[in-house]
């Protein structure tokens, strides 16, 4: 089982990019998936999640509003877009799968990782 995140990148204050999610697909569908984000020298913190389905997401309370995920079920691709981005939003950000697709907050009930993909944000 493996994931697979890219799409970081450097941007300006105010910019957007986006983040993808690959998977196998088997796994892809049948795991909810979330979105994790680390800043140098802080703990890993929720960004976002997305049913197996696609049809229900959840986000942390510092995105919400900004950032959404979306699910290509076609491509096996989970996608996070960032929009209106602050120099706060610096982190390495991390794929990750759990069984239930409950858009859990937890880091402990994520199974399954992918490697990180940095987002830098310069005001």
């Known amino acids: 089982v493996q994931l697979q995140a890219s799409g970081g990148g450097s941007v300006q204050a105010g910019g957007s990019l986006r983040l993808s999610c690959v998977a196998s697909?088997?796994?892809?569908?049948?795991?909810?998936i979330g979105w994790f984000r680390q800043a140098s020298g802080k703990e890993r913190d929720f960004v976002g999640a997305i049913s197996m389905s696609g049809g229900s997401t959840w986000y942390g309370d510092s995105v919400k509003g900004r950032f959404t995920i979306s699910r290509d079920r076609a491509e096996n691709t989970v996608y996070l877009h960032l929009s209106s981005l602050k120099p706060e939003d610096t982190a390495v950000y991390y794929c990750a799968a759990e069984q239930y697709g409950l858009g859990v907050k937890s880091t402990d009930e994520y199974e399954y990782w992918g490697q990180g993909t940095l987002v830098t944000v310069s005001s």
């Open positions: 697909g088997h796994f892809f569908r049948t795991y909810g």
